[in-house]
């Protein structure tokens, strides 16, 4: 099983990713590859985007 480090070694992120924009609500950047909602020229990133919804 000596494979398995090197698997849990590889960091889950994007090197070369843009950053296109910055979500309003929480400040992280958003990467060209992350889907993200423009809501009247605010800028939300998909984990602050259920803060923005209602359900029921
Ligand atoms: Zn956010």
């Not at 090197?15 to 590859?33: L, Q």
């Amino acid at each position: 099983m000596e494979l398995a480090d090197s698997m849990y070694s590889y960091r889950y992120e994007f090197p070369a990713a843009k950053v296109i924009d910055r979500c309003k609500n929480c400040g992280n950047d958003i990467y060209e590859h992350q889907k993200y909602w423009d809501v009247f020229g605010t800028i939300i990133c998909e984990e602050c985007i259920d803060d923005f919804s209602v359900e029921d």
